[in-house]
RNA sequence: GGCGGCAUAGCCAAGCGGUAAGGCAGAGCUCUGCAAAAGCUCCAUUCCCCAGUUCAAAUCUGGGUGCCGCCUCCA
C-alpha cells in the first residue's frame, strides 16, 4: 500500500502521514459560526473532508471527526440584539439549516458537534489552568492570553511577534498587557449572554473553544486540525497557543488547510456579502454534480465560482455518469466464460488504473488526478465495449472501481437510477416498445414527435444498435 | 509594510528534475432513418518574464511582473 502524504501548514512540507495510533485517524475541523445560510465556502472544507475521511477509511482505519459550532459569537449577538430573538435560538435554527445543507452535499455527519454554549465548563477550566501557568491575566473581568509567554507563537502563520505588533491596525485594548494578545474570557455587557466564571460573568473569546473542545473529544496531540486558510492567523495560531502553553504536547501533528472559494478573483464571505448559498445551488443541481464541481481542483487551490460555471462542469460529469450507468447496463447482460486476450488486456489496464488512483489519493488528497483517471477509465471501458466486449469480469471490476472511488469515496456518481416508482418504469418501457414499432413500419414521424416530447419532459431517449435506451 | 500562496492551450485542470494527464469548447470522420450516445483523428516544440544550476528544468536557485489570501470577523 501507498504511503498517505499530507502537506502541513506548519512545516510547509508534505509529510508521510504516522497516526497518533496505529489503525485510527483523528480529526478536528474547524466549523462554523452559525448565524447565516452556509454557502459554498463552508461546503468546499466539508466535503473536501468528508473525501478525506472516507479515503482513509477505505485503507482500513478507523476515522473520528469532530467539527465545531462557534454558537456563541459577537455576529450573533449583534443579530439576537437587532430581532430580539435569543441568542441560542439563533444559532440553533443555522445550525439545523447547516446540517440540512450538508446532508444534502452527501456529506457524512461527523462524530461529534460541539458547541461553545455547551463546553462553558470545560473552557472556563482551560483558561483557569493557562492563568495558573502564568500564560495568561485576567484584567476586569476580561482574561488575556499574553502572547510572549509563549515563544514559539507565530510558528504556524510564520509571522513575527514585532512584525504583528506593527500590523495592529485597530486600537488595542488598554487592558491588554501588549496588543498581541488576545481575550480567552470576555467580562459581559449589558444584554448579552453570560456565563458564571471565576472572573465574574461573562462568555468565551473566540479561538478557546476550539482548544477545550478538540481536547476533550480528540485529547493531546491528535492527528489532523483543519479548516480555511483564512483560520490560520489568528485562529489557529493562538488555537496552538493556548492548548500547548496549557498541556505542554502538541496540539495536532498535521496542520491541513484548504483554499478560498473565490467569486470575480474575491474571497467569498459573508462579511462581504458575495455569497452563494449551498441552498441555492442544491436546488437546481444534483448533489453528485456539485461534489464534482468542488473536487475538480485540488484542495489547497483557489476554486472559482460563477454564473454558469456549474453548467460548464456538468457536461464532463455527465459523460461520467453515462458511462457508468450504460457500462451497469452492460453488466446486466453480460458473458462469463473463458477471458480472452482482449479481455486480460483490458483487466490490466484497469487494474494499472487502480493502482494509479492509490497514488493520486495518498499524494496529498489529488482528486483532481483522481477525476483525470476516472476519465481514462471511462475511455477504456467504452471502448471495449465498442469492440464489442462484453466479459462479465470486465465490466464487474470496471463496475467496482467507479464504485468505490466514484461514488463510495467522492461521492460524485449517481449509481442508482435516479428513481421514480414502478409503474414509470413499465409505462416508459410501454412507450419505448410502441415507438419500436413504428420505427419498423418506418413512421419516423410519429416516432421522432415521441422522442421530441419526451425530452420536453425531462427524458432522454436513445436509440442504440441494442434497442432503445431512456434516461431521466 | 510583514507573512503565506499561486501564475500550464480559448476555458477548467494534473504535473513537483527525465522531455506537457484529463475534462469542456472547436475542426474533420465512423456508426445511425434522423437525433443522441459512443469511437477515431486533429487541437501547448511549450508551461508569466529574465538570469543561473544541471547531461537534462514547467518542475531547483536568484531577480522581476501580475494575481489571491492573512495581518480585523471569516471556511
Redesign the pocket.
Known sequence: MNKIKVYN?LT?KKEEFIPRKEGEVSIYV????PYSDA????A??SVVWDVIRKYFRSRGYKVTLVQNF?DV???IIVRSQETGIPALDISGKYIEEYLRDMDELGVERADFYPKVSEHITEIVELVETLVEKDHAYSANGDVFFHVASFPEYGKL????LD??R?????EVDPNKRDATD?ALWKSAKEGEPAWESPWGQGRPG?HIECSAMSLKYLGEGFDFHG?????????HENEIAQSEAATGEPLASYWV??????LK????????GNVITVGRLIEKHSKELLRFYLL???Y?????YYDGKIE??S?????LN??VS?LQESLSNADSGELSEKDLAVLDVLHDFEQEMEV?FS??F?T??V??????M??EI??Y??NRGTHEKVLQKACDLFQLYGSDILGIIQLEKANQDGLVDSLLDLVVELREDL?KDKN??L??KI?YRLADLGI??????QG?RWKV
Open positions: 501548514t510547509q474547524c466549523g462554523v459560526t454557502h459554498l465556502g463552508h468546499r472544507p462557534t459569537d459577537d455576529k502563520s510564520k509571522q513575527k512584525e504583528l506593527q500590523g495592529t491596525r485597530f488576545f473566540w479548516g480555511g486558510n483564512d483560520l490560520i492567523f489568528p485562529h488547510h484548504n483554499g478560498m472559494v473565490n478573483d474575491t474571497k467569498m464571505s459573508k462579511s462581504i475538480s481542483t485540488h489547497r487551490t483557489e476554486l472559482e460548464e462542469v457536461k464532463g460529469w455527465k459523460r453515462d458511462a450504460n493520486a499524494d496529498d489529488n483532481a488526478r477525476l483525470g483517471i476516472l476519465f481514462e471511462v475511455r467504452n471502448v465495449k465498442h420505427r419516423f414521424g416516432a421522432d422522442r432522454t431517449l436513445e436509440d442504440t444498435p432503445t
